[in-house]
C-alpha cells in the first residue's frame, strides 16, 4: 500500500555551541555540538560536520532502523513498528508502503536496482516505483547486505527438528546465504544453537563479512565460498553493525563493550574505546578514508580515522540514533529512532 506524498519543512534546530569544521591533532579525540541554524534564512549557517535539519517521520512511532541510499537519489528506510518502507528526498518528501510483515531494520541497496530488506517471515524487494516481491526465506530474517554483482548476502535464521529416537527436540540455527536477484538461495554456512541473526556487509572482492552475536565470533566468506570463522576475545561481541573498507579489512561496533573493532582476513583484531561511555554504538560505515557510527544512547554520531582516532558529535537530545548511510548528495543520513525524524549531517 503506497501512502501520498508528504512534504516536511526542514526542523530548525538551535544549540548553543558550534562545531569547528578543522581536522582534530593526532592523537586528539573531541566532542563537538552541531552547529546553529539560522531561522531567518531557512538554510541555516551550517556548513560542515553538523546537523543542517531534522524531518519528521510521516507515521507516528515507526521505530525506523536502517537506512540506504537508493538508486533513485533518495534515502530509503525501514519502518520496524509500523510494517512499511519508505522513501524520502533530500529535501525532505517522504512515501510510505505497506509491506506485508514487520521490517527486521536492515536494508540495503542491490545491483539490480531494486531496495531489498528482511521482515520476520520473508525477504522482500521492492523498486523505486514501490512494486514489492517476496522471497522465501528463514522465520526470522537477520543482516542483509548487496554485492558489487548480482546477488545478494544475508542472515537468516529457524527452528529445525532433531530427533533421536524416542525423542525429538527444536534446535535454532542461523545461516549464512547468498541470493540471487531472482531468488535463488545457496546456503554458505548454517549454525546450530545460534538464535540471533547477526549482519552483513559485501567487500569489493565479492566476498562477505558476517557478524554472529550469540557465538562472539565474526565470520569471512570468499567468493569462491571459502569460509573463515574468527572468535573475539572474552569480553569482546560484534552485536551490531559491520561496514567494508577497500584495504580489506571489516569495522564493527560492540555495544556491549562500548568499543569500535577492526578485524583483517588474516584475523588480526584492533579495538579501540568510545570516548563516551555506555554510549551503545549501532550502526556503521566506510565513507572514503573515514568510518562513522552511531551511539544510540549517547545521541551522537562519531567518525574514526584509519589511525583509530576517534571524533565525536553530539546530536539533538533524545535523538537515538540508530542507522546511517552516505546520501547521492555526499551527506550523512540519519536515522533518530529516539525522535522519529531523520536527520541530514554535513561531513
Not at 102 to 117: E, H, K, N, S
Not at 175 to 203: D, F, K, N
Request: contains cysteine.
Amino acid at each position: 500500500m503506497k501512502t501520498n506524498h508528504v512534504l516536511f519543512l526542514p526542523v530548525i534546530l538551535i544549540f548553543l555551541s558550534g562545531c569547528s569544521a578543522g581536522a582534530p591533532p593526532a592523537g586528539h579525540i573531541s566532542v563537538a555540538a552541531p552547529a546553529a541554524i539560522s531561522e531567518s534564512s531557512g538554510r541555516g549557517t551550517c556548513v560542515h560536520l553538523c546537523v543542517a535539519a531534522e524531518f519528521p517521520i510521516p507515521t507516528s512511532g515507526s521505530n525506523a532502523a536502517d537506512i540506504t541510499a537508493g538508486p533513485d537519489g533518495n534515502l530509503w528506510f525501514t519502518e520496524t513498528n509500523a510494517s512499511k518502507v519508505a522513501s524520502m528526498t533530500t529535501t525532505g518528501e517522504f512515501t510510505e508502503y505497506g509491506v506485508p510483515y514487520l521490517p527486521r531494520g536492515p536494508i540495503t541497496t542491490a545491483a539490480d536496482g531494486r531496495i531489498w530488506f528482511t521482515a520476520y517471515r520473508g525477504i522482500y524487494a521492492i523498486t523505486t516505483a514501490g512494486a514489492l516481491t517476496s522471497y522465501t526465506g528463514g522465520l526470522v530474517n537477520g543482516g542483509i547486505g548487496g554485492l558489487p554483482g548480482k546477488d545478494v548476502w544475508l542472515t537468516t535464521s529457524g527452528i529445525k527438528i532433531i530427533c533421536s529416537p524416542p525423542r525429538c527436540h527444536d534446535q535454532s540455527y542461523t545461516s549464512i546465504v547468498r541470493m540471487t536477484t531472482g531468488g535463488v538461495q545457496s546456503l554458505l554456512a548454517q549454525y546450530g544453537g545460534v538464535e540471533t541473526p547477526g549482519q552483513v556487509a559485501s567487500e569489493a572482492g565479492g566476498g562477505v563479512w558476517y557478524t554472529l552475536t550469540g557465538r562472539h565470533l565474526i565470520g569471512f566468506v570468499t567468493a569462491g565460498g571459502v569460509k573463515t570463522d574468527f572468535a573475539l576475545p572474552a569480553g569482546s561481541n560484534a552485536d551490531g553493525g559491520i561496514a567494508a573498507a577497500t584495504d580489506g579489512n571489516a569495522w564493527f561496533t560492540e555495544g556491549s563493550a562500548n568499543k569500535i573493532g577492526r578485524i583483517s582476513q588474516l584475523g588480526v583484531l584492533t579495538e579501540y574505546p568510545i570516548p563516551t561511555s555506555s554510549s551503545s554504538p549501532v550502526a556503521i560505515i566506510k565513507t572514503n578514508r573515514v568510518v562513522w557510527f552511531t551511539e544510540f544512547a549517547a545521541n551522537k554520531i562519531a567518525r574514526i580515522s584509519m589511525l583509530g582516532i576517534i571524533t565525536e558529535y553530539a546530536l539533538a537530545p533524545g535523538s537515538g540514533p540508530v542507522g546511517i548511510a552516505l546520501g547521492p548528495d555526499g551527506n550523512l543520513w540519519i536515522v533518530e529512532q529516539g525522535s522519529n525524524k531523520i536527520a541530514k549531517f554535513i561531513p
